[in-house]
C-alpha cells in the first residue's frame, strides 16, 4: 500500500512497508503531517530517500571490504611506522650494536689484507708453514763456517726457518725477509721468546729489491711460476759457492748438487756459480 505526501509543493510517494521501516519522523504517520514540521520532515525525507529506494527495490548494502593487498599495506606502514607516520629511529644500543660491528670488519679487513695482497702481484708467495721433516732436511744442509756464516730465507713467514737455523748454530746469522708485516711482528716475538733475537734479523721487504750478494746460505720455499726468475736473480747476485737450498719447487735450469727426495718435503741443493755484489746489510 502506498501513501502520497505533498510537503512545500513536493510529492512524495512511499511504500508503507518501507515507510514503516525507514521513517521515523515525529507526527508523520498515514500521510498525517503537521503544518509545524512541514519543512523539517521534507527535509529529513530527502535525506532519507535514497535509502528508501534502494529498500524498496530489495538492495542491501553491504560494508566496503578492503583488499588483500590494501590490508597487507596498512600492515606494513603501521609496521615500520610510529605515531603519527614518522619512522622510529633505531635505539642507542642498536647504534652501539652497529658500531662495534663496523669496527670488527675494519679490523679484520686491516689484518688480512697483508695475506691477500700477495694473489695481486705477479709473483706470489704465499705463507705455507713448513713441516718439521722440511725445517730437518734443510738445516741438514747449512753447515756454517769456522768464522761464521750468514742465512737468508727468502718468505720467512713466521720465521720458523730462521729460528731453527740459529738455535741449531750458535755462530750462525739468520736473517729472513718478508713482506706481510703481521708475520715479521710475530717472527720478532717468536726468536726472543726462543732466546734467538740477538741472532736473527727479521726485514719486511720486497724479495726482489732485497740483495742476495751477503749471504752464504739461502732457502726458499717458493711457487713454481717464480722459480724462473728467481734463479736469474740468485746467479746474478750470489757469491760462488753459496749453498741454495730449494723447498716444494725446484730451478728450471740451474744444474742440482744434492737432493732428497720426500713428496712435499723434498729439497734441491745448488751451489751456482756467480759474482759477488759489495754490498752488506
Known amino acids: 500500500m502506498q501513501h502520497l505526501f505533498v510537503v512545500d509543493c513536493r510529492l512524495f510517494r512511499i511504500s508503507s512497508t518501507a515507510g514503516s521501516a525507514l521513517f521515523s519522523v515525529p507526527g508523520l504517520k498515514q ?19 535514497p535509502r528508501l529506494d534502494e529498500t524498496a527495490r530489495g538492495v542491501k548494502r553491504e560494508p566496503k571490504k578492503m583488499s588483500t593487498s590494501g590490508l597487507e599495506d596498512q600492515q606494513l606502514s603501521a609496521h615500520f611506522s ?4 614518522i619512522r622510529k629511529s633505531p635505539s642507542l644500543s642498536g647504534k652501539i650494536l652497529i658500531g ?15 695475506f691477500v695482497a700477495p694473489a695481486l702481484r705477479k709473483h706470489c708467495l704465499p705463507y705455507v ?14 753447515r756454517p763456517l769456522p768464522a761464521g756464516s750468514r742465512l737468508l730465507d727468502i718468505g720467512s713467514g713466521d720465521g720458523r726457518i730462521v729460528i731453527a737455523a ?5 755462530s750462525l746469522q739468520a736473517d729472513g725477509v718478508e713482506l706481510n708485516p703481521w708475520l715479521v711482528y710475530y717472527s ?13 734479523r727479521f726485514f719486511r721487504h720486497d724479495l726482489w729489491k732485497f740483495s742476495l750478494a751477503p749471504y752464504d746460505h739461502i732457502v726458499i720455499f717458493g711457487v ?43 729439497v734441491w741443493v745448488y751451489r751456482p756459480q756467480g759474482k759477488r ?5
Request: charged share 25%; proline share 7%.
Open 31 to 49: 500521510g498525517r503531517l503537521t503544518k509545524s514540521r512541514s519543512k523539517s520532515v521534507c527535509a529529513e525525507i530527502v535525506e532519507q530517500s
Open 82 to 85: 610510529g605515531s603519527g607516520g
Open 100 to 114: 662495534i660491528t663496523g669496527g670488527i670488519a675494519v679490523g679484520l679487513s686491516i689484518v688480512c689484507y697483508p
Open 129 to 142: 708453514p713448513a713441516t718439521p721433516n722440511q725445517i730437518r732436511n734443510v738445516l741438514s744442509y747449512v
Open 166 to 170: 740459529a738455535r741449531a748454530q750458535p
Open 188 to 200: 720478532r716475538l717468536a726468536a726472543l721468546r726462543n732466546g734467538v733475537l740477538g741472532r736473527t
Open 224 to 266: 713454481e711460476q717464480m722459480m724462473e726468475d728467481l734463479e736469474k736473480k740468485i746467479v746474478r747476485e750470489v757469491a760462488p759457492g753459496t749453498t741454495i737450498v730449494a723447498c716444494r719447487f725446484p730451478f728450471p735450469t740451474m744444474p742440482v748438487q744434492e737432493r732428497i727426495e720426500e713428496g712435499v718435503d723434498s
Open 277 to 281: 755484489q759489495e754490498k752488506s746489510i
